[in-house]
């Protein structure tokens, strides 16, 4: 379940983000890759939702400092 909302939050990301997402989509396999490999879905969670989270904040702004 826990790889299952990873896939979805790197798909989402990856789709997201667009022209960005030659700078952050490496960053984003790493951690993925190391994030499946920690076989605490705890730790995962930890890991994924403060990254999704600060990734959505900075898109938000992104998206908003460019159409200002």
Same mark, same amino acid.
């Given at each position: 379940?826990?790889?299952?909302? =990873?896939? $979805? ?35 995962? =969670?930890?890991?994924? $939702? ?19």
């Amino acid at each position: 379940m826990g790889l299952l909302i =990873m896939i $979805v939050i790197f798909l989402a990301l990856w789709k997201i983000l667009g022209t960005l997402g030659h700078i952050f989509l490496p960053i984003l396999a790493v951690l993925f890759i190391l994030a499946t490999w920690i076989p605490s879905q705890a730790i995962v =969670m930890v890991i994924w $939702v403060p990254i999704a989270i600060l990734y959505f904040i900075g898109l938000a702004g992104y998206k908003h400092a460019k159409y200002n």
